[in-house]
């Protein structure tokens, strides 16, 4: 008999992503006490995958711990905050701008009768924008397959680089 194969997220991952997204949906504000057993009741596990969820999001920055006093969502101090408005500024300024000229590139070509070649631009677009992860990646992956293979084609077969 085989063994089924597992999920691609273990039970301590599933429990970091419900206590992080409680934390970013404002459940748990900064300084809030995160106590191992309640949030084990709450998501319906034992203490264990709870405690090994708070390392990973104190090693992320978004759980404080200390010793014999527990863990607690963790705070900005004024300066930190300003720090992350500002890097956010810079990263999302430059998405928008690149997704502008993206946008601007797509239409630039279905002017060049590349239609089929827009079309795939504009679906890649539409995937990133999608706020899916998952979906974005995999329309990028189709999208760079589908230009290797259009520039595989080419190439010329007769420079015995196989």
């Known amino acids: 008999m085989k063994l089924q194969p597992l999920a691609?997220?273990?039970?301590?991952?599933?429990?970091?992503?419900?206590?992080?997204d409680a934390i970013h949906e404002g459940r748990y504000p900064p300084g809030a006490r995160l106590v191992e057993r309640t949030l084990a009741a709450e998501l319906g596990v034992s203490h264990i995958p709870v405690r090994e969820a708070l390392v990973r999001l104190t090693d992320q920055g978004l759980v404080e711990r200390a010793?014999?006093?527990?863990?607690r969502v963790a705070t900005l101090t004024p300066r930190e905050l300003e720090e992350l408005s500002s890097l956010r500024i810079v990263l999302e300024r430059f998405v928008v701008t690149r997704v502008q000229e993206l946008r601007a590139?797509?239409?630039?070509?279905?002017?060049?009768a590349l239609e089929e070649h827009a079309a795939s631009h504009d679906e890649l677009l539409d995937a990133i924008l999608s706020g899916d992860a998952e979906t974005g990646c995999a329309e990028m992956t189709r999208h760079i397959e589908l230009a290797t293979e259009r520039l595989r084609d080419t190439l010329d077969a007769g420079d015995g680089d196989d």
């Not at 691609?8 to 992080?20: F, K, N, W, Y």
């Open 105 to 112: 590139a797509t239409a630039a070509l279905e002017l060049d």
């Open 67 to 71: 010793p014999r006093r527990g863990a």
């Open 8 to 20: 691609d997220d273990s039970l301590t991952d599933r429990v970091a992503g419900r206590i992080r």
